[in-house]
């Protein structure tokens, strides 16, 4: 069995940790983290092993799990490499779209695979809404949380945002042609509000918001396409697609639309509430399987990295724009 050592022992590590500990495809070999009150705390309340130093990590496992803060990711991911070591780390993959360049660069080089935490695409709504879209034409999203002072070392783009930017980009397959921006700082350095349009070349329309400072959580994405519309609610794992289809016999229990001249269409309502299943156990699982299958996992770094580079472009438009409007007031 493959063995696993996780490096970060905050919120999100600690999730990872407890998951691993429990987990039937790999074994656990132990964490690191670079506080050591942390390590002692987060050893004994696991009962697992905290090696005091990465050059320890590294030779106890064959997959490194990075859940540290993003200015990290890139350090920890290379030293794993290059003992080739596979890897997941948690998005956004890296701070910069050059220090990704460089990890595929060595995961090649030491033939290892990287995956990366973009976590909802292991989203069972996602999973079984996905089979149903295709050519969207329209695309909304909403991802709001509330203020947490933990998740303000990145921007509310990187934070949340990117997370509907990767479904985006798995869900429109054609190339951008525009993006436009707006965002606010609030309560944080960095913005913590912000939209985006994307317009892509085959013209469909993505309208994203993301806020950090909500007075609740939500996270849906709404799809329109050709008489189909898709509802995800990634936070209540479910789904609801409504079709329209052109009908000479009208149902009389289910809705309608008469159009007079142009005839009348049925709709018809699915509205259904996924299987609960652990998305980050479901992931680090594709992972183990894609090593021991040889296959490309889900959420590969090619596309980690297409969702940081539209996430980077949105942060420069919002980061212009706000500069813009110091300088005119």
């Known amino acids: 069995m493959l063995k696993t050592a996780v490096i970060g022992a905050g919120h999100l590590g600690k999730i990872h940790l407890q998951i691993l500990k429990d987990a039937d495809f ?177 013209s469909c329309v993505a309208n994203l918001t993301a806020s950090r400072i909500s007075l609740k959580n939500m996270r849906k994405t709404r799809v329109f396409q050709k008489d189909a519309y898709v509802s995800i609610d990634f936070l209540d794992k479910k789904y609801e697609v409504i079709k329209i289809k052109d009908t000479d016999k009208i149902d009389p229990f289910l809705p309608f639309i008469d159009l007079g001249e142009k005839g009348k269409k049925q709709i018809n309502i699915i509205s259904e509430k996924t299987k609960e299943h652990n998305a980050i156990e479901a992931e680090l699982r594709d992972l183990v399987k894609s090593i021991t299958d040889d296959f490309t996992p889900i959420v590969d770094i090619y596309a980690a990295q297409k969702a940081l580079s539209i996430a980077i472009k949105i942060s420069d438009i919002i980061k212009k724009n706000i500069t813009s409007r110091i300088l005119h007031n």
């Open 26 to 202: 790999t074994k656990l070999s132990g964490f690191y983290d670079i506080n050591e009150s942390v390590r002692a705390d987060v050893a004994k309340q696991f009962n697992i092993k905290a090696f005091s130093n990465i050059d320890e990590l590294l030779s106890s496992c064959d997959i490194v799990d990075i859940v540290t803060p993003t200015p990290s990711h890139f350090d920890y991911a290379k030293l794993a490499l290059e003992s080739s070591k596979h890897i997941f780390i948690e998005k956004p993959v890296t701070s910069t779209i050059e220090q990704s360049n460089e990890l595929i660069k060595l995961a090649k080089q030491y033939n290892v695979k990287i995956q990366v935490g973009h976590v909802e695409r292991y989203n069972p709504a996602y999973i079984e809404a996905s089979k149903i879209i295709s050519n969207p034409l329209f695309v909304e999203t909403h991802r709001l949380a509330i203020f947490n002072p933990r998740g303000t070392d990145d921007s509310v783009v990187l934070d949340l945002m990117i997370h509907d930017i990767d479904i985006l980009l798995s869900i429109v397959k054609s190339p951008i042609r525009n993006i436009y921006a707006s965002g606010v700082n609030i309560l944080s350095d960095s913005p913590d509000i912000a939209n985006a349009r994307i317009e892509f070349e085959n």
